[in-house]
């Protein structure tokens, strides 16, 4: 699964997981998911300060993968 998938809809992706990957039930666990989701409604992202030389170089070295799986530099990145 994409991390980007997860963070929009954390809990669609959990019943994937279980039901296509682990191959067990998700209803009886769903409630308990839905308990800790609800506890991190007010989670923010951290911020990170990362040198443009960095991201230029994750590009350089990684840029293929990354157009091939339809990832980008995240937008909680702060450049300098």
């Excluded at 994937?16 to 506890?39: R, T």
Aim: glycine share 4%; proline share 4%.
């Amino acid at each position: 699964i994409r991390f980007e998938d997860f963070e929009q809809n954390p809990l669609e992706e959990c019943r994937h997981i279980y039901e296509n990957l682990l191959q067990e039930n998700f209803s009886d666990k769903e409630k308990y998911f839905e308990k800790y989701l609800e506890g991190q409604k007010d989670y923010s992202k951290n911020k990170y300060n990362v040198p443009s030389e960095i991201v230029e170089r994750v590009y350089t070295e990684w840029g293929a993968y990354m157009k091939q799986w339809n990832y980008e530099i995240p937008g909680h990145l702060n450049l300098t």
